[in-house]
Structures are given as structure tokens and as C-alpha cells.
């Protein structure tokens, strides 16, 4: 499974970036979708995740009330992240998993399908 990311950068304290995952050919309905970041020095840490054609969404504390995630087409999901922070900076992976949860996508496990990342600056 592929995963395809875009849409990091640079931005200034209270800015907002969307990020893309594009995961050609593979069906997301009935899957997890997510992103996960990782910061300098720390681990990994789940930020958002969907439980896809289904709309169930999850989030981090550290996030709630910040982010979205949303589904844009059939294999594509987005983060919209307003209200940036500079401790939200960080390598931002999309990831997948078949769904071995039932109806649940835990931010807390290692998921099975992971894209290169793109890194978020909040300065």
C-alpha cells in the first residue's frame, strides 16, 4: 500500500496548514486512515485517525479542537490543522491499517502501512 503525502511547510504561531494523504488504488472504506507525527527527540504519537466510509473520527488531546480529518475522495484523507502551535512541529506520516479494531482506529499501536512523511514547522 502506497501513501503519498503533501502539504507540510512552514507557518507562524496561530497559522493553519492541510495536509493530504493520497493512497492510490487502495480502498479505504472500512479502513483506518491516520496521521501520526513525530518531534526531535521524541517518540511517535498519534494525532488523528478515521474509521473511513464510516465517518468516526479520533483524535489527540494534545489536537482535539485543533485538527480535522476528513475524507476527501475515495483514497484520499486530509488534516486540516488550525490554530498551529510550535509544539506542533514535526515529521507528519499518514498511515493505514486494514482495520483490525472492530469500528476502532487506536492512536496508541503501531499501524500497518505508513507513508514517507512530511515535515510541519511552527515557528
Known amino acids: 500500500v502506497q501513501l503519498v503525502e503533501s502539504g507540510g511547510g512552514s507557518v507562524q504561531a496561530g497559522g493553519s496548514l492541510r495536509l493530504s494523504c493520497a493512497a492510490p488504488g487502495y480502498t479505504t472504506s472500512g479502513k483506518c486512515m491516520g496521521w501520526f507525527r513525530q518531534a526531535p527527540g521524541k517518540e511517535r504519537e498519534g494525532v488523528a485517525a478515521?474509521?473511513?466510509?464510516?465517518?468516526?473520527t479520533y483524535y489527540s488531546n494534545s489536537v482535539e479542537g485543533r485538527f480535522t480529518i476528513s475524507q476527501h475522495s475515495a483514497n484520499t484523507v486530509y488534516l486540516q490543522m488550525d490554530s498551529l502551535e510550535p509544539e506542533d512541529t514535526g515529521m507528519y506520516y499518514c498511515?493505514?491499517?486494514?482495520?483490525?479494531?472492530?469500528?476502532?482506529?487506536?492512536?496508541?499501536?503501531?499501524?500497518?502501512?505508513w507513508g514517507q512523511g512530511t515535515q510541519v514547522t511552527v515557528s
Open positions: 498511515a493505514a491499517d486494514r482495520g483490525r479494531w472492530p469500528r476502532s482506529c487506536p492512536l496508541t499501536v503501531s499501524w500497518e502501512y
Open positions: 478515521l474509521y473511513a466510509g464510516f465517518g468516526i
